[in-house]
């Protein structure tokens, strides 16, 4: 299934999760936050939250400096 990653489609297996999206797009393992369809989806809950075909994903890390 596809689904869109901060703006670009992202082929990944049905029944993916936040977790597994994470992975497909190598994502740091630290300082980052997801939205899921417009909403944010508490680390806790990545492992289970399911994505369906379509949705739309955002990745946002942080950055030090100034």
Do not use: F, S, Y
């Not at 300082?31 to 946002?60: H, K």
């Amino acid at each position: 299934m596809e689904v869109q990653v901060n703006g670009a489609w992202q082929a990944v297996p049905d029944n993916a999760t936040v977790a597994d999206v994470l992975k497909a797009v190598d994502a740091p393992d630290r300082g980052v936050a997801v939205a899921l369809n417009g909403e944010v989806v508490r680390r806790g809950a990545w492992p289970e939250t399911v994505v369906r075909a379509g949705a739309r994903l955002e990745i946002l890390t942080a950055v030090q400096g100034g």
